[in-house]
């Protein structure tokens, strides 16, 4: 008789990505692309609402951000649920919350105060669906090709919902009005059914709970030329554990500096991808282009935001040195922002308004995977989370200075300088990163096998 280690975090790191992965994948684009439309679609709403509701620029700025107060509390929270009662469920609960509150929008929102209500409550469960769905496919992705396979099954689902807000803001809205995005939105509840039957619990939290059958089944799925060693496996419960409150355990030493990097960079971040999505499509019709285009220019930002992020994840994966091209990537974003401060031609909006998605927004993408590789599955969920979470303080505060700034000035180029220098900022504080955290905090799962 002999025995053999098996270590649950080798065997998915060095699996080959089969259907498995590929189904979850989907799962996990389909999750997000409501997401990304549901998040980016209030820009298409200021067009219509803004005179019948009185609004200055500054409660329009409100009327983008009031979603996103929702979003950060759901992202600051639901990492402690998720860490403590599992992925699924919580993943489930944060798409009930996101369908049913979509729905209410098209139906009762008809002012001020209940837009913004309704949008707060949204974002409850939109502050679940893309941390943790960045959480749940990180813990399953192969090594070998992490940020690719994640941006595939994250990115682009969130790139396609917001691109998709902005085709259903200059097609449908026109004729039957701003709340058809909202009646679009609602079909997540067709989505509701397949999580139910579908989504597993991530291998790495069942590990955690000691649920040896249900790890057993999954790496089966993961690897099945390898079924026959899980099949029988004595796999030991990992009792690793957050040291009290798992936020934080994020500022204990190990993560300390990192974390701080991480908040500061995701901040700074969002400012720039929400003030500059949330008003894009209003400023470039004052710049004088015309309506359709301008409501194009926000589908535009996200189509190219996708192209940047798997770019980058690609370099990423090969060559590695994700800290140093993270900071390129903001601080071309950042560069191609200020040049609308100094020209202003279609050309020129165009190409920097594609840069801007290609850069900033791409290198968010792969910043959500660098949090999630930077820390034990243990405190992932929260990690993740809460880089969303005071990444989207900065969100809130995107569109209203956006806003502020253009009711002040009577100029959209102060709110063009303020997202350029915050990008600028971005790519220079994640280079204080801790290298070696992610390192540092690769978790070993043991188990044991009988032959």
């Not at 993560?255 to 908040?263: K, P």
């Not at 700074?268 to 499509?281: A, K, R």
Request: glycine share 12%.
């Amino acid at each position: 008789m002999s025995s053999q280690a098996i270590d649950v975090h080798e065997e998915l790191a060095d699996a080959k990505v089969g259907a498995f992965h590929w189904r979850l994948g989907a799962i996990m684009g389909l999750l997000t692309l409501f997401d990304g439309y549901d998040t980016f679609n209030p820009a298409y709403v200021i067009h219509y609402v803004a005179g019948p509701w009185g609004l200055k620029a500054g409660q329009a700025g409100l009327l983008i951000s009031s979603g996103l107060v929702g979003f950060l509390l759901g992202a600051a929270l639901h990492g402690v649920a998720a860490d403590k009662f599992g992925r699924r469920g919580t993943l489930l609960a944060g798409l009930w919350i996101t369908s049913i509150f979509t729905l209410l929008t098209a139906v009762l929102a008809n002012s001020f105060i209940s837009f913004c209500a309704l949008r707060l409550l949204t974002g409850l469960g939109l502050g679940v669906l893309l941390p943790l769905a960045t959480t749940y496919i990180n813990e399953l992705a192969p090594r070998r090709v992490a940020n690719t396979f994640a941006l595939w099954g994250v990115a682009l689902g969130w790139a396609a919902g917001g691109t998709l807000a902005g085709v259903v803001g200059v097609f449908a809205t026109p004729t039957l009005g701003w709340t058809s995005l909202y009646w679009i939105g609602s079909l997540s509840f067709l989505l509701l059914p397949f999580m139910h039957v579908m989504l597993p619990e991530s291998p790495k939290f069942l590990a955690i709970q000691g649920r040896v059958t249900e790890i057993r089944e999954m790496l089966a799925k993961l690897r099945p030329e390898r079924a026959h060693v899980y099949a029988s496996a004595t796999i030991a419960a990992d009792k690793s554990q957050a040291s009290g409150n798992s936020i934080l355990e994020l500022l204990q030493p190990k993560y300390r500096r990192t974390t701080i990097a991480i908040w500061a960079t995701a901040f700074l971040s969002l400012f720039c991808i929400f003030g500059l999505s949330g008003w894009i499509p209003t400023v470039m019709i004052q710049r004088g282009e015309t309506f359709a285009a301008s409501f194009g220019f926000g589908a535009l930002m996200q189509i190219m935001s996708f192209v940047g992020g798997i770019v980058l994840g690609h370099l990423v994966d090969r060559f590695g040195h994700s800290r140093g091209l993270l900071g390129l990537w903001w601080a071309f974003g950042g560069g191609a922002v200020l040049t609308l401060v100094f020209l202003n031609d279609h050309v020129v909006n165009v190409t920097c308004v594609a840069a801007a998605g290609f850069f900033i927004i791409g290198a968010q993408f792969v910043l959500n995977n660098f949090t999630a590789a930077a820390y034990e599955t243990n405190v992932r969920a929260t990690a993740v989370g809460m880089e969303l979470g005071v990444g989207r303080v900065g969100a809130i505060l995107g569109p209203f200075v956006a806003g502020a700034l253009q009711q002040n000035y009577e100029s959209s180029l102060p709110m063009f300088v303020s997202i350029g220098l915050a990008a600028l900022a971005a790519g220079g504080i994640i280079l204080l990163a801790n290298r070696s955290s992610a390192k540092a905090s690769t978790e070993r799962l043991a188990t044991s096998t009988a032959a």
